[in-house]
């Protein structure tokens, strides 16, 4: 029989889909920007038409991203088990109290606006848009010295 997990964290969607949003709008900015310069540069002037099909293509792919982003936010979850963490979403990874050398966190204006943080398992892992963070920031450490505890008898 599989062992259940201690703790389960659905992270905030909301956290993770307004950086994505704010990004996509800009790298879709600066494309719109790139061709009228491209254009003007040629002397060519383009024919209001065109200029709201690009205009809707580019809002039509902030729209796709932002979907997409959601979907792989809403499916992703953190359990926490007596012995590792365990990422459920698009990939599936563990890592084990054992060889977790320092749980770090991080929260940036984002996170302290919606309450959320960020632990830093290790310079490549991290869990991003923890709710109640602080609360499962001792929980982990607390779990992490028994862990450690029960490693070194």
Do not use: W
């Amino acid at each position: 029989m599989a062992d259940l997990p201690e703790y389960t964290i659905k992270p905030n969607v909301t956290r993770i889909l307004i950086p994505s949003i704010i990004n996509t709008v800009l790298l879709a900015f600066l494309f719109y920007a790139g061709i009228l310069i491209n254009v003007t540069l040629l002397g060519i002037a383009i024919p209001t038409g065109i200029n709201i099909l690009i205009v809707a293509v580019l809002g039509l792919l902030v729209v796709i991203q932002a979907l997409l982003t959601y979907l792989q936010a809403s499916k992703t979850r953190y359990e926490i088990y007596k012995n590792r963490i365990q990422i459920e979403g698009a990939k599936q990874q563990y890592f084990m109290f054992s060889v977790i050398q320092e749980l770090k966190f991080k929260k940036s204006f984002l996170d302290k606006a919606l309450g959320t943080g960020t632990l830093i398992i290790d310079p490549k892992t991290k869990l991003k848009a923890i709710p109640n963070f602080e609360q499962t920031f001792v929980y982990l450490k607390q779990l992490l010295q028994y862990s450690r505890m029960q490693y070194n008898q």
